[in-house]
């Protein structure tokens, strides 16, 4: 298990925009794992791979329903609004809403390297999209409403009732 660093807002690698991943190799697989000790160290429910200060398209989510190490996501479809308050793991005991749509269709590479479409609503739809945000160099402070800081109960994204966040 190897923990890395969580970048916090102010540094530089959250604003860049992550490039696409070529091959996953061992490499690519060793960082993921990474990722997701570092998100469970944390009681995170998602994290991209900027917020350790890598520029690949690589993102890790679990809403508790299973961990997913994705590569090279892209949002081919999506449906619906909702608006629900996120956290995240960048930008520490802040909190605010953020409308998102609320079902969409993804598709991605797995660990393996074989190619998935994964179809998701609420919660995990959400996570996907605040994570697609992080390689695209943006935060949820841009966009949330109601912006409020907060002592850390549950983490960036740990849902307490309906919380969210990544
Ligand atoms: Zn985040």
Redesign the pocket.
């Known amino acids: 298990m190897a923990l890395r660093t969580v970048r916090t807002d102010g540094d530089p690698v959250l604003r860049k925009k992550a490039k696409k991943v070529e091959k996953i190799d061992g490499a690519i697989v060793s960082l993921l794992k990474d990722m997701a000790d570092t998100m469970y160290a944390n009681d995170g429910i998602?994290?991209?791979a900027n917020?350790v200060g890598i520029l690949k398209r690589l993102i890790v989510v679990d809403d508790g329903d299973g961990l997913l190490m994705l590569a090279n996501p892209v949002i081919l479809s999506c449906e619906g609004s909702c608006c629900r308050e996120?956290?995240?793991?960048?930008?520490p005991e802040t909190y605010g809403e953020v409308e998102r749509p609320e079902k969409i269709v993804v598709r991605a590479f797995n660990e393996k390297g074989s190619r998935l479409e994964i179809e998701a609503d609420d919660m995990l739809a959400r996570i996907i999209q605040?994570?697609i945000?992080?390689l695209d160099g943006k935060?949820?402070i841009d966009t949330a409403k109601n912006t409020e800081k907060r002592p850390k109960k549950s983490p960036?994204?740990k849902p307490e009732t309906q919380k969210e966040?990544?």
């Open positions: 998602g994290l991209a917020q996120e956290g995240c793991l960048s930008v605040h994570e945000d992080h935060l949820f960036e994204e966040e990544s």
